[in-house]
């Protein structure tokens, strides 16, 4: 990974590194919660299916065309927050700000779509042939969001740390 990527600990003592980053979203199956914002201002959020590449930091994520995440995000120049986060102890989550823009490039966006599939869709489910058929036919569109910094937390430190602290949440 770049050593040009701003990461930043979400507490102080439990951020992770950025091979921690990007192993967390590489292995989750968590959506991406993605943050717009709509034309009067207010902010939307809206869980996408992603794929990140750890070789160039960026994520992708499809949507169709006309909905609103799509509609804000060209509205904005592109401005977008995410977050990628477990909801088991110990909670982990990486979140940021970046910038989305299309992929135009046909053959790029079936391959993303294909690889965002297959992290959620088994294979050979009618899903993923719909959602790679709707991506050709234009239906939908692949989002490439570029970075500018990452805020990672990994509670599991503070088990390390205090191994107390293993039964301190419900769960």
Known sequence: MSNKMK???GL????MSERGISKFLKESKSTLNLGTINSDGSPIIHPVW??????????YFYTEPALKKAI???ERGGMVYFDVDSDKWPYKGVKGRGSAK?????????SLGRKILTRYVR????????AVDKIRAG??????ITPAYFTSWDFGKFVQQDP???NSVIS
Do not use: C, H, W
Request: glycine content about 8%; overall charge positive.
């Open 123 to 130: 294979k050979g489910r009618p899903l993923m042939k719909y």
């Open 12 to 15: 102080e003592g439990i951020g």
């Open 139 to 144: 239906g939908y569109v692949i989002f490439e």
């Open 164 to 166: 107390s602290m293993r």
């Open 50 to 59: 992603y794929y990140y590449d750890s070789k160039t930091m960026r994520i």
């Open 102 to 110: 299309i992929i135009s490039d046909q053959d790029m966006a079936l």
């Open 7 to 9: 990461t930043f600990e």
């Open 72 to 74: 804000n995000i060209k």
